[in-house]
């Protein structure tokens, strides 16, 4: 029932841009914190942004900031990523996850792939 589902994920030249969203159900959503995370083959993986259950505070991984945006429509029970400037060492799985308590829950993961 609960359920995380990443898409916009993609191929795209370096310098370009991709929006990536997250679908949110099961739980009530504008009650959590969400986050971004990404991992490529060989790394850990890393958190990329977070931001807070009504969207007024956001954090992000020093390589991405300026570049990345994270934001929520409560609304729509959706989270988004916004990836712009993107860099051949952003190529990763990225993942939507929150943590309901101690229980994390994971998308399915979307790849993103920045390469010429």
């Known amino acids: 029932q609960v359920q995380l589902v990443e898409s916009g994920g993609g191929l795209v030249q370096p310098g370009g841009s991709l929006r990536l969203s997250c679908a949110a159900s099961g739980f009530r959503f504008s009650n959590y914190a969400m986050r971004w995370y990404r991992q490529a083959p060989g790394n850990e993986r890393e958190l990329v942004a977070v931001?807070?259950?009504?969207?007024?505070?956001?954090n992000y991984k020093d390589s991405v900031k300026g570049r990345f945006t994270i934001s929520r429509d409560n609304a729509e029970n959706t989270v988004y990523l916004q990836m712009n400037s993107l860099k051949p060492e952003d190529t990763a799985v990225y993942y939507c996850?929150?943590?309901?308590?101690?229980?994390?829950?994971w998308g399915q993961g979307t790849q993103v792939t920045v390469s010429s």
């Open positions: 996850n929150t943590a309901l308590d101690l229980w994390n829950i």
């Open positions: 931001i807070s259950s009504n969207g007024d505070m956001t």
